[in-house]
């Protein structure tokens, strides 16, 4: 008897892991589209979006965010579709160049196509691909379709009602821009400058911050009586049962209530698994969430704890973030490989950001001095092109780049 008891168990538990591991692999706003087959072929269950409900009394979003995650606000690249008519790009050739510019242009609004190809691609001049590129300095938002920042700023200078001499000046600037300090006892420089400070950079900055709107997995709280963990069921979508009482005992019914069950289970063991992970994440790291350093953290160790595979571990955390009082994390973030056998890359990463943080913005700290400061402090040996790529992975500009972003800034 209990052999069959446990047999069952098994049985039951294999069935809800079939549907489990697809839930726990798919990021919080995918589930709907995750569990859409499971739902198409059982008439008795239907699918209400997480997204249609209202937020829980631990939602930490703000109406702002809530507004920027609409589904039917419109992308960059909508916007830009829109615009490619008439009088601008008149003929149907003129149009379809400038889609083909459209699906060159990076989610910062740049243009990262080869004018050559295109050129070949619709049997026509390098000159006359560029001829309908710079029409782009006519279209919001202003400066798309600019190869870099400065062309992009040149675009934007459209937007600006000015009379001829600062027109030329502000372009003046903008042409030596690497040596803009010295034209500062210029009689027009002031008011240049504070055209320049308005430029957008990069031109889609708005979308761009659209596109990277997160919606994270797991909160951690600080209350009166510690610090807490929350899973964000909000954006979960809801398993909702219809089906007659009285026709339950029919055998096919039966088996499409378990597929339910099955589903509404997957979802609790999504939360009950992402529970125990930030749950290992708060105690391992309770020192980061107090304002410290991360640690090494082995993904391994996790998924000995838990009793699972590290591939399966991985997958629940890939995709996945913590919120917290520090900011927004992606999990993975607490899992980087160590530098040291005691220090991570996190632990190095935090720590390039703060000595940018706090740096001289009239002289930028250089990444050879950023890298004697990490041997200094830490004890250990990298080289300067580590320095480097972790500070493209944490988005921050070079020292040179850094210095006249200072100056637009004020």
Partial sequence: MKLRQTQATKLAISSTLRS????????????????????????????????????????????????????????????LYEQITAPLFPTPKSKK????????????????????????????????IEMIRQRFAYLEPVGVGAKD?????????????????????????????????????????DKALSIIKRFRNPPAIEYLAQSRQIIPDIYIIETKNG????????????????????SESNEYVKQKIKGAKDLIDALEMRKATLYKIGLMILEYQYDFFKGGAIKPMKLK?????????PSTISRAISNKYLSCSRGVFALKDFFSTAVDEN?????????????????????????????????EKFGIKIVRRTIAKYRKQLNIAGSSERKKLYMLSG
């Fill in 301 to 309: 160790d996790l998924a000995e704890d838990l009793d699972r595979n």
């Fill in 149 to 189: 920042m400065l062309e992009s700023f040149i675009f934007q200078l459209n937007d600006f009602d000015l009379d001829n001499e600062l027109l030329l000046f502000v372009k003046k600037l903008i042409y030596n821009f690497d040596n803009m300090q010295d034209f500062c006892n210029e009689a027009l420089f």
């Fill in 227 to 246: 610090i807490e963990i929350d899973i964000n069921s909000s954006f979960y979508p809801q398993v909702i049962l219809d089906v007659d009482p009285n």
């Fill in 343 to 375: 220090i991570s890359s996190a632990s190095i990463k935090e720590y390039i950001s703060e000595l940018i943080k706090n740096e001289d913005r009239k002289k930028p700290i250089s990444d050879n001095k950023i890298l004697a400061k990490i041997e």
């Fill in 20 to 79: 489990w591991l697809p839930v726990l692999q798919a990021d919080i706003e995918s589930l709907d589209e995750v569990l859409e087959p499971f739902v198409k072929d059982n008439p008795f269950i239907m699918l209400k979006s997480g997204f249609e409900r209202g937020l829980t009394k631990h939602e930490r979003f703000t109406s702002d965010n809530i507004a920027s995650l609409n589904i039917s606000k419109k992308s960059l690249y909508e916007i």
């Fill in 97 to 128: 160049i400038a889609f083909a510019i459209i699906e060159n242009i990076d989610e910062e609004g740049y243009f990262r196509g080869d004018v050559n190809k295109l050129a070949k691609v619709f049997s026509t001049s390098k000159q006359n």
